[in-house]
Structures are given as structure tokens and as C-alpha cells.
């Protein structure tokens, strides 16, 4: 070989001409349990040939499902399968969800209502409860970005704007929910 | 026909081998000059990600042409290996079929 290679510089998206293509891919790789740097690694193979053929995704690649599905098999990775740890990961965290959803409504309701305890635990304790695990579940959102394979930058976007607002808007649920206890009080 | 189809990644192989670091859009050139048709880039990229898993090539990424990039592979020692064992496979095959077909006995 010997030859250097420059880095690849940050460049116009071809693909957000064909933004519904582009997201049916995504969506099916990350089913598929594609790491996000594959992903990555996937969309710009062909956002490279669009901007240089100027083929349209769907005529070089095919329906982006098959295509996502194709190339998952081809790298080794397949559907989540129902006895894979992950498949529990994910159960865990649903099951998470909803628990952390119902501790932190109904502590905040109770304390609205004045409610000194609830589920024989101070009332201000279950919501902490609630909210944590609401937290604590909203940080561990996928860090899997999809990336650039070489700059890493985020090619989709992040999600730490998502998760403040998400944060937020669980904030004013709680005051929301307190208020209404009060008024049910 | 369903040779060059049967073929198609042991062909793309043999490309990179020849080419040692090429990309994408030149195999496929490669491809349609050699008789195989117009062959889409969506069939090549697993192939690709096959021969990669496989250890017979390497990929990386460089600066395309004013584009977003471009993905370039290079042949290994394991997939030079391989291309020689195929080529005297298929001429042990070749032969065998030859003789089959023209009536004649191996």
C-alpha cells in the first residue's frame, strides 16, 4: 500500500434528500441490534455512493428494511432473540420504567394530598424513589450513537437535548401531580 | 446467470487482490467490464462485510471526492491466500466439468 489517506472531512448529508429511507435503515439495524458505530459505518457506505453515483438509496441498495436486514446477517448480528440477556436487559428496564413511573406519581399525588406515608414508607421517600429510577434509567437512554466511523461525531444527532427535556418535562409532571393532590385532598 | 452470481464475491476478492486497495464504486466497474453485468452496490457492501469477518480483507475510511467520505478495502495475507486456493480450485473444477460435459470421462 504506502499510500496516506487524508481524514474524511464533515460534508454536506446526501441522505437527507431520502430522510425516510434513511430512518426505515436505522430503525431496522438498531432492531437488529446493530452497535451504533456500525450503523454509522452502514449510512455513510451510502450516503458515499448517492453523492457519487447520484443514485437514489432505494435503486442502489433496495427497500432499506431488506437492505438493514441483509447486512445485519452479514455482520453477524441478528434480531434480538427472546432468551439473549439483552432481551432481559430490556424487560428490566421496562419493568423499570413503569415501576418508577407509579412510585413517583403516587408519591407526588400523596404528597399533594398530604399524606404523611404511602406504602408504609414517608411519602417524600417513595417519590425520591420514583424519580431515581426515572433518572437512572433516562442516563442509561443509548449511548450507542450512530457515529462517523473515523471523526465519531453523531450523525443523527444526540440525545442529551432529548434527555433534558425529558427531564424537564418529568419535573413539571411531579409539580403537576402535586398540585392535583392537593386538590383531591 | 447464476455462475456469476455464484461467483460474485470470490470475483470481488480476486479484484481487491489485484487492485491491493481500491473501493466500492471501482470494484464494481471492474465488475461490469469483466461480464457480470450491472452489479448494484447494495449486493457488494455485505459482501464486503462477509470477506471482512472472514479476515480476507481490511477496510478503512479516506476522503472521497468532495463527498462524505469513502470507504477503501485492502486485501490481507489471509485473502491472498485464499484467492490462490480458489484459483486452483477452479481449475480442478473447470477441468472436471469440461470433461463431464463434453462427454468425456475425468
Known amino acids: 500500500m504506502g499510500t496516506e489517506y487524508p481524514q474524511p472531512q464533515p460534508q454536506s448529508r446526501p441522505l437527507e434528500r431520502h430522510r425516510k429511507w434513511r430512518d426505515d435503515l436505522v430503525i431496522q439495524l438498531r432492531m437488529d441490534d446493530v452497535p451504533g458505530d456500525r450503523i454509522g459505518e452502514i449510512l455513510l457506505e451510502v450516503e458515499t455512493h448517492v453523492h457519487e453515483t447520484g443514485e437514489s438509496p432505494e435503486e442502489a441498495f433496495g427497500p432499506a428494511k431488506e437492505y438493514a436486514k441483509e447486512r445485519a446477517t452479514a455482520s453477524g448480528f441478528t434480531e434480538v432473540d427472546e432468551d439473549d440477556p439483552d432481551s432481559t436487559r430490556l424487560l428490566l428496564i421496562g419493568f423499570g420504567s413503569f415501576a418508577g413511573a407509579g412510585l413517583y406519581a403516587s408519591g407526588a399525588i400523596a404528597l399533594g394530598q398530604g399524606l404523611g406515608s404511602f406504602l408504609g414508607l414517608p411519602a417524600w421517600i417513595i417519590t425520591l424513589i420514583g424519580a431515581a429510577l426515572l433518572v437512572a434509567l433516562l442516563v442509561r437512554l443509548p449511548e450507542d450513537l450512530v457515529r462517523h466511523p473515523t471523526t465519531g461525531a453523531p450523525l443523527l444527532g444526540t440525545s442529551t437535548l432529548g434527555r433534558w427535556i425529558v427531564g424537564g418535562l418529568l419535573a413539571l409532571l411531579g409539580v403537576g401531580l402535586y398540585l392535583l393532590g392537593g386538590r383531591l385532598a | ?106
Not at chain 2, 457492501?45 to 468532495?66: C, H, M, N, Q, T
Open chain 2, 1 to 106: 446467470m447464476e455462475w456469476t452470481r455464484a461467483t460474485l464475491a470470490q470475483s470481488a476478492l480476486a479484484i481487491v487482490a489485484a487492485e491491493g486497495t481500491t473501493y466500492g464504486y471501482q470494484i464494481l466497474q471492474r465488475l461490469e467490464a469483466a461480464g457480470f453485468g450491472k452489479v448494484k452496490e447494495g449486493t457488494l457492501y455485505p459482501i464486503f462485510a462477509r470477506l471482512e469477518a472472514d479476515g480476507f480483507i481490511e477496510s478503512f475510511w479516506g476522503a472521497g471526492e468532495g463527498g462524505p467520505g469513502r470507504k477503501f478495502v485492502s486485501v490481507t495475507d489471509a485473502g491472498r491466500d485464499e484467492v490462490a486456493r480458489l484459483g486452483q480450485a477452479w481449475t480442478g473444477f473447470d477441468a472436471m466439468i469440461t470433461a463431464l460435459w463434453k462427454g468425456g470421462t475425468t
